[in-house]
């Protein structure tokens, strides 16, 4: 028997007027029923959209924002530290220093006010014979170069294990060598990756010539380890599985959502993000060239896939986050969407796009769940490397043994010369950097300086 939808049937005149179910169960027009003019209305069932919006606005999160602001200086400060290191004694004139530094994108004389910013790691010192000013890196500078770059040779065999993973995770299973270059800080290659990790091993990797454009270079997989093919989301999953017992139906396909503080969350989107854990995938590293993906059920698949995809990319990370411009440079390799940005702002359980750092021109994406405040949950040695950097730079200059004759240090111009090297950051008890303000009583940052432009950063991320 064919079912057929349920009418209430008047005998009135039939017009063309629709009212929806809200209309009829209003509680302001008790007498709409009586009043109504057509024949029959159809009543729908209320529903709402269990589909992950597709604009949703941009929380803030000040444990990652404040990582980035600390991490602006000590860009900054690498780019002098490579300036000095490429210097035959790896010492620089103060009198050369500014036109150097022009080459960094720095102001005028504003090289000099950032390297007494920072005494632990950058000296000045008189020359005992041309009696003219002079720096170099300090002694616990040096160190911290050594370490870092012990922790990089160190992580050579966990470096190919990344390598091979980040080139199956592109579709023909090869990439261009300058993406790679670009982004090894990220991934942990050591500068001369392309002779110690590429041509060394032979039996993983090929280097080829493009037959289009001869300048550009392709890391191209020798055969593909079917040991590698597990995700890190996968053995999450397995670990909570075993650990808290949840149902494997509803964690097969889920992912770790961590919301930032302050997000909104309706009843209909836990509706939809419930939907969405649930919905099948292929896995970052199958083969899909075989599927039929005209469907809307593929497209959602697809989708859900490119969210898979981004978690693995910046899992095999170091630090676990990785520029938005970097990855647009794999975009069309692994099939990751145009509209990077808005895509990843549907996702702000699991990635948070930071702007800090450049004055909103540049967007980190930071893995949510890899992260317990303000530290990796789980460290490596080429992290605590780089930490040991960033401590040098939030060390207070007045403990710093500096010639006070040197620097010229009056009384005079005491708040002057002490607004230049303050310290702009500090540390809590939670380990989270706090800038230019104080922890309030409820725990949240007041701020002082302005914050960057948010959202009005809407260029599209193209390859």
Known sequence: MRKTPFLLHWNKPFTNTLFSPTQLLSTKTPNTLSNLS????????????????????????????NYMEVHKKIRKTLKFQDLILSQPDQTLAIARLDTLARRLGLKQYEAGSFLLKFPHTFQIYEHPVQRILWCRLTRQALLQIDQENCALQSQ????????????????????????IRIARLEFGFPEDFEFS?????????????????????????VERDPALTTCSIECLREKEYRERGIDAENIRFSFIINFPPGFKIGKYYKIAVWKWQRLPYWSPYEDISGYDLRSLEARKRMEK????????????T???KITLERIAHFRMAMDLPKKLKEFLLQHQGIFYISTRGNHGKLHTVFLREAYRKGELVEPNDL????????????????????????????????DEELGNVRRDFVEDDCGRFSVNGELGEDGEIREDSESDSDSGVDSEIVD
Not at 306 to 314: G, P, S, W
């Open 383 to 414: 992290y605590l490397a780089r930490r040991r950097l960033a401590e040098l730079i939030l060390l207070s200059p007045r403990k710093a043994n500096v010639d006070p004759e040197l620097v010229h240090f009056r009384r005079s111009r005491e």
């Open 305 to 316: 896939r490119a969210v898979a995809t981004i978690h693995e990319l910046l899992s095999l």
């Open 318 to 320: 170091v630090e676990k």
């Open 197 to 221: 990790i590429i041509l060394k091993n032979p039996q993983y990797f090929r280097l080829f010539d493009s037959d289009k454009d001869p300048r550009s270079k392709y890391v191209e997989l």
């Open 156 to 179: 050579i065999p966990h470096a190919i294990t990344r390598l091979c993973k980040l080139l199956m995770l592109s579709n023909s299973g090869r990439l261009r060598l300058e993406h």
């Open 38 to 65: 057509p024949l029959f209305i159809l009543i729908q069932p209320m529903s709402q959209s269990t589909s992950i919006p597709k604009k949703l606005q941009r929380v803030r999160d000040h444990g990652f924002d």
